[in-house]
C-alpha cells in the first residue's frame, strides 16, 4: 500500500519521473511478492501476428504480471477507465500502453480504438470479463471481444493466470488500500484458436455466442478447476 505522503507526491509529478517512479514502485513490489511460473511460451513460435490475447481476471496486478511476462510482445491493454481513480493504478496505467474502455457499456469507440490498434499490427491484452472476479474464479463475458476478433481478423491466443488474487486481492472498500503479498503465480499460455466462420444457416446472436464460449472456454482449460467459475 502507498502511504498518503507518497500518494501526494506521485499526484505531483510530471510524467518521466512518474513513470520512473512507477516502474521503481511497481516492478519492484512484482520482483519482491510474486514467483511467477510461465508455461506454453512455445505456443507463440512462428503466430501470425497482430495477436489478440485474451485472459481471465483476477486482481489490479494482472497486467504488470502480465506486461513481465509478455515484456517482448509490446502489449497493449485494454483497461477500465475508472482503473484511473486511485494513485496505485494511475501508476500501473504510466507504465503500459492503455486503451481505455468504459466496462459496463457499449462503448463503439473504445472498441474502435482497439481494432485500429490491431489493424495497425499491434498486439492486445484484454479481459473479455470485463471486471476483476470477485468470486476468485471465472465470470462471465462480455461480448464485445467477439466483434474485435471479427472486425481486426487478429489471431486470437488464451492465457490463464492464477495466483493474482492472493498477490494483490481485491479490496472492495477502496482500491488504494490493497496490499501486496507473496505468492505463486502461474501463467499458462494456450495455442491459437481456430475461428470458424459463421455457418450459413446460423443466427448473428448464436453465432457470436459460440464464438464467445469458444473463447471463454479455452481460458478455462488452462486454469486450475477451482479457478473456472461459469466456464467449468
Do not use: W
Not at 1 to 7: A, E, K, N, W
Not at 56 to 83: C, E, M
Not at 140 to 147: D, N, P, T
Amino acid at each position: 500500500m502507498i502511504s498518503p505522503g507518497m500518494s501526494k507526491l506521485i499526484g505531483m509529478l510530471p510524467e518521466r519521473p512518474l513513470i520512473f517512479l512507477a516502474n521503481k514502485i511497481l516492478y519492484g513490489y512484482i520482483k519482491k511478492y510474486a514467483n511467477i511460473k510461465v508455461s506454453g511460451k512455445e505456443n507463440l513460435k512462428g503466430v501470425k501476428k497482430p495477436i489478440l490475447f485474451i485472459c481471465n481476471h483476477l486482481s489490479n496486478s494482472d497486467a504488470l504480471v502480465l506486461n513481465t511476462v509478455f515484456k517482448d510482445q509490446d502489449l497493449t491493454f485494454v483497461a477500465g477507465v475508472k482503473l484511473d481513480d486511485n494513485v496505485l493504478t494511475r501508476l500501473g496505467m504510466s507504465i503500459t500502453k492503455t486503451i481505455n474502455i468504459h466496462p459496463n457499456a457499449a462503448d463503439k469507440d473504445a472498441i474502435s480504438n482497439v481494432v485500429t490498434c490491431l489493424r495497425a499490427g499491434n498486439n492486445v491484452l484484454i479481459f473479455p470479463e470485463g471486471t476483476r472476479s470477485r468470486v476468485g474464479s471465472m465470470i462471465e463475458a462480455k461480448k464485445g471481444i467477439v466483434l474485435i476478433q471479427r472486425l481486426s481478423k487478429a489471431t486470437v491466443i488464451p492465457v490463464g493466470m492464477s495466483g493474482t488474487d492472493k498477490l494483490l486481492p481485491i479490496n472492495e472498500k477502496d482500491m488504494a488500500l490493497e496490499d501486496f503479498n507473496y505468492a505463486d503465480v502461474n501463467v499458462n499460455i494456450g495455442k491459437p484458436l481456430e475461428i470458424s466462420p459463421r455457418e450459413k444457416d446460423e443466427d448473428r446472436r448464436d453465432y457470436d455466442e459460440r464464438i464467445l464460449n469458444l473463447m471463454m472456454k479455452s481460458i478455462a482449460s488452462l486454469l486450475p478447476e477451482s479457478y473456472r467459475g461459469v466456464y467449468k
